[in-house]
């Protein structure tokens, strides 16, 4: 609410470098406190704000730089620094080229074109990259990077969550095996089945068919807040609303990821069906505030 309220004021314009700041620090700066606990889970819904930023005016070359990003930095931990390297200056040397025979540029304007510079940070991004693996993350995160990326095969140690999980989604099959008669989940070989790893729950219980509908709902649900947002009359109400619907996003991302073997193991509950009060209740609170702005929209004009 505090980056909504700064969002909404008077002569604030995310295409403004002078205007990104405190909204940016309003948004990140708690992320980078709750990184010192380590709460590696928590910190990443604040990434969910770029889409809040994005809806405000932030150019669309900040949500590229920051998924070129993350795809540097896993092919960086997951092949050799030289390798990545090699494919960087190939993708600078084919962009440069095409863009040589297509405007016919100058060797002047080819140094000071943007595919040399990002393609520079790119560079620096890739060696800089497992020196922070390895001096930044604690044991237990690396090994659950490593493990995700295959460099580890230890299923029955810290891999044992996602290799069970992997077990009961793919023993339901297309329909499940009904209410209740998980063997997994219910003969407890899938630890935290009620909390990070519920969606292996419904995965066996309700097979395909059921895993389907609640990627569907998950998906409406935000949808609908999204296009809510869209017609608040006031744009702190627009804003909240795209700050809600990021921050489910990040959770249903990174829980049923996580529960996939897509993401590394980290502790974040899926939205309504992780069981916990204090979740149940801040899930809550934030939709129904949002539904008493748009309710009352006509009302603030």
Known sequence: MRTARLLSQRGVSLKNWSSRWIPAAAAFLPMGLILLQPDTGSALVFLGFMLVFYREGLPGYFIFLGLGAIVVGVLALAFSSQLVLS???????????LDRLTRRLKFSVIVRHPAIWYGVLAMIWALGVNQIFNSVLQPHQKLRVQLLLGQVDQ???AGYQTAQSLIAIGSGGFIGKGYTNGTQTKLNFVPAQTTDYIFCTVGEEWGFLGSIAVLLAFA???????YLAERQKEAFSRIYGFGIASILLIHFLVNIGM??????VIGIPLPFFSYGGSSL????????LFLRMDAFRWQTL
């Open 87 to 97: 494919l960087i200056g190939v993708a600078m040397g084919i962009a440069l080229l």
């Open 155 to 157: 299923p029955s140690a």
């Open 220 to 226: 409406g649900l935000i949808a609908r807040i999204l």
């Open 259 to 264: 529960t996939l073997g897509l993401v590394p």
């Open 281 to 288: 209740w801040a899930f809550t609170l934030m939709l129904f």
